[in-house]
């Protein structure tokens, strides 16, 4: 009996480990079933919403001249704008059918991740905890730039080294404070930091002279430099002290909206590096060059793969432009804000502006 036990008992063992494991294999598979389930449900939910409302919900600053800052009409304009312009474009097919959110930098990411907006333009620098412990996710880069300091010119400071001591104005909830305390601290400087939620309430502490230095991105300071009362007594200082890739954000999970936002940002770079404008574009749809057909919409199916219409780029360039177009309106040599290409020309032209490829 022992001898006969001996032999059953192990194959009852064995028996009973492959149902486990067989268990465990169904457990699984059900398990990526449902998150594939899940998945599928939530593919796509952003957009179906934008859709059903006929509108883009777009987050932009409370006013930021050159990037989003309306008129006295209520019109808003801008490098941030032209984006959001873009998207609706090519979703909607109408670049004016976007419903702007003005957001200070304090509550502009819990506005994007409780879906009161669509997407982020707001002169938003790329961190990785930003991108990774927030539940967002960045689409691309829509403006190089980096942190400076502007000073009155009264003071006869050349350098941000002589910095140490001063009062320092910028807002909350940004970058900008952290980028400050490192660059103070690496120079064994002192400083005082003043700081508010609202990027108005900057200025005018900067204006009224309750600190001695105004920090924040160097585009930003050459657009808030044109509310001061005397824009000519102030300079900006050489130093660049962090790099501030700002870009459009959108909410992690949503591929497809994801993608949507990405491509569009890519088809105004593209556009550009193609040589393709909102004055010739309708010109250029009978080019026989395969990149610009993709990218128009006359041949393959770039629109399909995002799930959007065949003319989603064209659109995007017939109602707002290329990059060049939109850079040269709200922020180039030609506007208040002088600013050069620089860094954001294109990768050709001595820049690092670059999409990939569309195909």
């Known amino acids: 009996m022992q001898g006969n036990q001996a032999q059953v008992q192990p194959k009852r063992k064995i028996d009973q480990g492959g149902f486990a494991r067989r268990k465990g294999l169904l457990l699984a598979a059900a398990a990526i079933t449902t998150i594939a389930i899940s998945g599928v449900a939530q593919a796509g939910k952003t957009l179906d919403a934008i859709m059903a409302s006929g509108a883009i919900k777009c987050g932009v600053s409370q006013g930021l001249p050159g990037f989003s800052n309306p008129d006295d009409k209520g019109k808003w304009t801008g ?30 990411f819990t506005a994007l991740q409780s879906g009161e907006v ?50 320092v104005c910028t807002n909350t909830g940004t970058t900008t404070e952290l980028n400050v305390a490192d660059y103070f601290r690496a120079n064994g400087m002192k400083y005082k930091v003043v700081a508010f939620e609202k990027a108005d309430e900057v200025v005018a502490a ?19 430099r044109t509310k001061l009362k005397n824009p000519g ?9 962090s790099k501030e890739p700002l870009g459009p ?6 591929n497809q909206w994801g993608d949507v936002a990405r491509w569009t940002l890519n088809a105004l770079i593209i556009a550009e590096e193609l040589g393709i404008t909102s004055k010739n574009v309708d010109a250029m749809k009978s080019s026989k060059n395969p990149e610009i057909r ?10 399909k793969k ?31 804000l002088k600013l050069s290409r620089g860094l954001n020309r294109l990768w050709n032209k001595g820049g690092i502006l670059y999409a990939p490829p569309m195909r």
């Open 79 to 108: 490098l941030d704008v032209d984006y959001c312009r873009a998207l609706a474009a090519a979703v909607l097919g109408d670049s004016k059918k976007v419903k702007y959110v003005p957001l200070s930098a304090k509550v502009r």
């Open 118 to 167: 669509d997407v982020l333009s707001r002169n938003t620098t790329w961190t990785h905890t930003r991108d990774t412990a927030l539940g967002l996710d960045f689409v691309g880069v829509l403006y190089y730039d980096g942190q400076g300091f502007m000073v009155p010119k009264k003071l006869g400071i050349k350098t941000a080294k002589k910095l140490s001591g001063a009062a």
């Open 206 to 224: 900067y204006d009224s002279g309750r600190c001695d230095v105004y920090t924040t991105d160097r585009s930003g300071l050459a657009a808030q």
């Open 233 to 241: 007594a102030h300079m900006v200082l050489p130093e660049i002290i």
């Open 249 to 254: 954000v959108v909410r992690h999970g949503d």
């Open 294 to 303: 993709r990218l128009l919409g006359t041949e393959g199916d770039t629109g």
């Open 306 to 336: 995002l799930g959007l219409g065949k003319a989603w780029a064209y659109n995007i360039i017939k109602q707002v432009g290329n990059y060049a177009e939109i850079y040269a309106a709200n922020v180039g040599p030609k506007t208040p």
